[in-house]
C-alpha cells in the first residue's frame, strides 16, 4: 500500500506557492502542483522537486543568477541566501500573491511593489541599503497605506513599525508627519497629560502639546478611535 498523497496546496516553496494539483499530468509520474511564483507567473511542478528544494521559482531565479543580479551582490552564494533577498522575495508575494495568507492586508488593499523593486533585486538593495540588524524589518513609511517604493519604505524595529500602523493618530507639525507618540516625545509633556488634553477636554492641539499657538497642527485619528 502506497503512501497516501501529501497535499501540498497554500504551501510555500521558494518563490513558488501552490495553488491546485494538476489532474492533467501521469499519475505514474507522481504528483505535479500548478503553481504561482512571486514574479506573477505560473509554473506546473512535480510535488517531490518542490519538497526537495529542486525546483524554487518559474525560471525567473535561474536568469537573475545568470544575469549575475544576485551573485554579483553576494546575496546568494552555494544555494543559500541572504535575509535581505528573503525579506525582497516576501514583499513580492503578499502584495502580488493571491494565495499568500498575507495578501488581504497587503495587495487585497491595493498595496503593489513598484516595478523597478519587483523585477530587480540588486535595485531594491542599491536603494534601501543592507538591513541594519536581524531586529529590523520593512516598514511603509511615511505612509502605511503606500506601495513598497522608494522614499516610502525604511528598515524599522517593531517598536518603531508599532508606531506606523493604521490605528495610530498621526499628528502633522508644520508639514512634518508623525505618529501621537512621537510628537508627544517632541513636546517633552507625559503622554497621558496630552492625551486627554486633546481627548477628554477637546484642547486646540497646540496648546495640548504646550506649543505657540501660531505652529500649524493637525491630529488625524483613525476612524472611529479616540486620540
Request: net charge positive; charged share 30%.
Amino acid at each position: 500500500m502506497g503512501h497516501p498523497l501529501a497535499d501540498l496546496q497554500g504551501k510555500t516553496f521558494g518563490r513558488l506557492t501552490v495553488i491546485r494539483r494538476d489532474l492533467s499530468a501521469r499519475k505514474d509520474t507522481g504528483a505535479y502542483w500548478v503553481c504561482l511564483c512571486a514574479c506573477g507567473n505560473e509554473k506546473t511542478a512535480r510535488g517531490s522537486n518542490l519538497t526537495k528544494g529542486d525546483i524554487e521559482s518559474c525560471g525567473c531565479l535561474r536568469r537573475e543568477i545568470v544575469r549575475g543580479r544576485m551573485t554579483k551582490h553576494g546575496h546568494k552564494r552555494r544555494g543559500s541566501k541572504t535575509s535581505e533577498y528573503g525579506i525582497w522575495s516576501q514583499m513580492i508575494g503578499r502584495c502580488h500573491n493571491e494565495t499568500n495568507e498575507s495578501y488581504e492586508d497587503y495587495g487585497g488593499r491595493g498595496i503593489k511593489v513598484c516595478d523597478t523593486w519587483r523585477n530587480d533585486f540588486a535595485a531594491f538593495l542599491r536603494d534601501m541599503g543592507p538591513r541594519p540588524s536581524l531586529k529590523h524589518t520593512l516598514d511603509r513609511y511615511p505612509d502605511n497605506d503606500g506601495n513598497y517604493q522608494p522614499g516610502n519604505v525604511r528598515w524599522a524595529t517593531k517598536t518603531e513599525q508599532a508606531r506606523n500602523t493604521r490605528s495610530n493618530v498621526i499628528v502633522i507639525i508644520d508639514g512634518a508627519r508623525m505618529t501621537l507618540a512621537e510628537a508627544v516625545e517632541l513636546s517633552g509633556l507625559p503622554y497621558s497629560i496630552v492625551r486627554n488634553r486633546l481627548h477628554r477636554y477637546g484642547w486646540a492641539p497646540a496648546r495640548a502639546f504646550g506649543f505657540p499657538e501660531d505652529r500649524e497642527i493637525t491630529v488625524i485619528r483613525p476612524e472611529g478611535a479616540a486620540a
